[in-house]
């Protein structure tokens, strides 16, 4: 019987795959070897007209868009192409993808260049970059088509926050506390860190932290909100947060100021011992003008360990609820009220980052 | 004990600044806000009417003489129980 395969037959049905290719091959050429011997009739010769998928495919289409931080990366193949030539990769055979950007337009410098693979779509994260991209095409990946070149540069934009993804390395926090109290005719707005006031605080972005100086803020009208930043030499205090943050910049915390503490009246508070233990609380003056709890401190020549919780409702303190009861109590232990205005957002509330500091705003 | 620095007026953000040293490099920055406040509700900005009144000298007096007076206790409490200063 005679062989109906050809080489261009087995090429097609390898679709380019050389491994197939040449065990196909074989097989034909064994075959023929085993006709010759039997004295069947063999393949006149071997078909040397097939395409031998060494020459590089057609060009491929790019097209690249950006949008949220990201570069979306479309590719068309020959086959896909629409128009009168296309498709021009009928047996649909692999082909080999190579991508690169450059900021440069005549890809000079700063070349990258992207894992090659077949792949026909990318999203490529890469926040506030600017780029020019090109794409050649191989079915071996040996002999390359000419650069198929994206029109201008592309930008990514900004990715937003609800774009990130959680935990992501590049996320920004801070380890400030921003607060107001009040200071005569308007407000003072502290930034410190977690030494207290008049300490210094540290800023993290990815694996690197710096360390920031403590600030006051002076003549800042009362009931105003804002959000502080540090703007690498000094505070800046604005009424809205900016979409984009400078690069610079450091978020450091919203600030909601106290309104005028004038008619703040602290609530006056005896506590009841029994055995040396603080068992109860009585409200002799639940103060005025409250717009938060106010902390109770109680000291004693004896005694020590006794804690207390003051409810606000209306300026006013309601109900004392205890804590720890402490011991060794004297009858007339001292309970001291302090605070008790509202002053403000701890540090880092309302903003968040990434990216280098090229933020967006949550708030 | 913390010390002047330096000090400017930055028109861009409104804010005279003064900033205080310390001997080992810690800094605190004093910011009066002599450009403008900013109505709660909209955000729309006013000019300060005060600033005839303000003394900035003694605010940064005040301020420095609590960060000093905070820095002498460490001090002490450092040298009381012979802790290495850094």
């Known amino acids: ?363 | 004990m913390y010390s002047l620095h330096q000090q400017y007026l930055d028109t861009a953000s409104g804010f005279h600044v003064i900033e205080l040293h310390d001997e080992r490099g810690n800094r605190h920055l004093v910011q009066l806000a002599v450009g403008h406040d900013s109505c709660p509700a909209c955000g729309a900005v006013h000019p300060k009417d005060n600033l005839g009144d303000l003394d900035p000298a003694a605010a940064v007096q005040q301020i420095k003489e609590a960060l000093n007076t905070s820095q002498q206790q460490m001090l002490n409490y450092a040298g009381k129980h012979r802790l290495t200063v850094r």
């Open chain 1, 1 to 363: 019987m005679a062989l109906k395969v050809n080489l261009a037959q087995i090429n097609s049905a390898a679709k380019g795959n050389s491994d197939l290719r040449e065990t196909l091959t074989g097989i034909h050429l064994a075959l023929q070897s085993l006709y010759a011997q039997t004295g069947t009739t063999p393949l006149s010769k071997i078909d040397s007209s097939a395409a031998p998928f060494t020459s590089p495919p057609a060009p491929s289409q790019l097209a690249v868009t950006g949008a949220n931080g990201s570069f979306n990366i479309a590719i068309t193949t020959p086959q896909n192409a629409s128009g009168a030539t296309a498709p021009r990769n009928a047996t649909n055979a692999p082909i080999y993808q190579e991508l690169s950007s450059s900021p440069a337009a005549n890809f000079a410098s700063g070349v990258t260049t992207y894992p090659i693979s077949t792949n026909t779509s990318y999203v490529l994260s890469n926040p506030g970059a600017t780029l020019y991209w090109r794409l050649r095409s191989s079915y071996n990946q040996q002999n390359w088509t000419c650069y198929t070149v994206q029109p201008g540069a592309v930008s990514s934009g900004l990715m937003s926050s609800a774009a990130t993804a959680s935990n992501l390395s590049l996320n920004q926090s801070n380890y400030a506390t921003v607060d107001s109290v009040a200071n005569g005719s308007t407000a003072t707005v502290r930034v410190y860190g977690s030494g207290g006031v008049g300490t210094s605080w540290t800023s993290i972005l990815g694996n690197s932290s710096k360390v920031i100086a403590s600030g006051t803020i002076l003549n800042v009208a009362y009931a105003t909100n804002g959000f502080v930043a540090w703007d690498g030499q000094k505070y800046q205090l604005k009424p809205q947060l900016a979409q984009t943050f400078p690069d610079t910049w450091v978020p450091v915390g919203k600030i909601s100021v106290i309104a005028n503490a004038s008619g703040l009246a602290l609530p006056v508070i005896h506590a009841v011992v029994t055995g040396g233990a603080i068992v109860a609380y009585q409200i002799i003056n639940p103060g005025n003008g409250l717009t938060a709890a106010p902390t109770l401190t109680i000291t004693d020549s004896t005694g020590s360990g006794a804690t207390a919780t003051a409810v606000v409702t209306a300026g006013a303190v309601t109900q004392v609820t205890p804590g720890s009861a402490g011991s060794g109590y004297s009858s007339t232990p001292t309970v001291t009220a302090s605070g008790g205005v509202s002053g403000g957002v701890a540090g880092g509330g309302g903003a968040t980052g990434n990216n280098g500091g090229r933020l967006y705003a949550d708030v």
